[in-house]
């Protein structure tokens, strides 16, 4: 018939073209292969099929929901921060009217409760950047939040802590409540300027490895280990309430207070506590760390309040110490004796390097 085509003799029947494949003479179905793309220099694109690509597009949407949900994670972990500097503040405020009401009792428990806060905040600042930088969603606007949330929870609450604390143990006299202020006012100041300079100078690629002056957080944990261990002498030993007692603490707390302050807006170089521990490379030296930070604690439970303020110390004194240390360094016979041991140990790591790239280059 004229309108269907015939087979001519020596000639094979066009395939048969189907939308799910190519049905080849023997009746057998092969799938449909897409035609492979070129670049502009002929390079051949690779070949992925429809289903492939739907496949990929639905893992895509996946991921980047789940990335936006994780994006959130970080600011409020700041905000956590932040919380709890607000609420040791309110709780400062109620130790206040608490003294003023002779309410001993209840403004010891509020001030407590106030530095169980303030250590909280550390907790929460201490996560939020690590889980920043794990889901890769670091910016300046998380920075600037954390600045602030930091300035509430370990300028302003330490201050007031120091402030409320001092009226407990020495009353209102004059030069009390004016050196109070002052160290309290001093402090705060020098948190503020610490977290404004620290947003001024740091990179977006740097390690975090070390500090340029005390950070905000240990200067509030120093803070909040003298309320502890001055709490602990207070509620065991009577002379605390002896007049030399008082009139010493009326001199070192708003003087400790004033030098915590001051560190925060030195340049002296601390090392970031966290970032050296819990690292991919230090994960077994972190973990004995921890195990034997339990078990000191666990030893030495009913001490636990002087257990801290030690680790705060030796933490403080760890910066002007390798100052002093760095500073012997280049003057005298040690000086000289460790410059050239640092000459020696450069050379060894120079050779070290050149032999690596030689091998390199010989392996290319």
């Known amino acids: 018939m004229a309108d269907r085509a015939q087979d001519q003799p020596g000639q094979s029947p066009a395939p048969s073209a189907r939308q799910d494949g190519i049905t080849t003479t023997s009746g057998a179905l092969e799938p449909a292969v897409p035609a492979a793309g070129f670049t502009a220099s002929g390079r051949l694109l690779p070949v992925v099929s429809e289903a492939a690509s739907n496949t990929q597009g639905v893992t895509r949407r996946r991921r980047r929901t789940r990335m936006q ?62 889980v920043a930088r794990l889901t890769n969603t670091s910016g300046k606007f998380g920075a600037e939040l954390d600045s602030l949330c930091d300035a509430v929870s370990f300028g302003l609450a330490p201050a007031m802590l120091t402030w ?19 160290a309290a006012v001093l402090y705060a100041c020098c948190a503020i300027l610490r977290l404004a300079r ?24 120093g803070v909040v280990s003298m309320f502890l261990a001055l709490s602990w002498f207070s509620a065991r030993f009577d002379w605390m309430q002896d007049t030399w007692a008082t009139t010493l603490l009326a001199i070192a707390l708003p003087l400790l207070t004033g030098a915590y302050g001051l560190l925060m807006v030195t340049r002296i170089r601390y090392v970031h506590f966290m970032n050296r521990l819990f690292n991919r490379r230090q994960s077994f030296r972190a973990l004995i760390f921890v195990l034997l930070v339990v078990a000191l604690l666990a030893i030495f439970a009913d001490y636990w309040q002087l257990i801290v303020p ?35 140990k450069q050379h060894r790591e120079r050779l070290a390097r050149m032999e690596r790239e030689a091998a390199r280059e010989a392996t290319a």
């Open 310 to 344: 030690a680790g705060v110390i030796i933490y403080t004194l760890s910066g002007p110490v390798y100052l002093t240390y760095r500073w012997l360094r280049g003057r005298g016979v040690l000086g000289r004796r460790m410059q050239f041991a640092e000459r020696q």
């Open 69 to 130: 949900a994780l994006s959130m994670l970080p600011s409020m972990l700041t905000l956590g921060n932040g919380v709890c500097g607000i609420s040791a503040v309110i709780e400062l405020f109620k130790a206040y009217l608490a003294l003023n009401l002779s309410h001993i009792d209840s403004a010891l428990w509020h001030m407590n409760l106030a530095a169980v806060l303030i250590g909280g905040g550390m907790v929460f600042d201490a996560l939020d950047g690590k």
């Open 198 to 221: 620290f947003n001024a100078e740091t990179e977006p690629d740097d390690d975090h490895m070390t500090f340029s002056g005390l950070p905000s957080p240990g200067a509030a944990c």
């Open 164 to 182: 409320t604390f001092g009226q407990y143990l020495y009353g209102s006299g004059d030069y009390q409540t004016k050196g109070l202020w002052t």
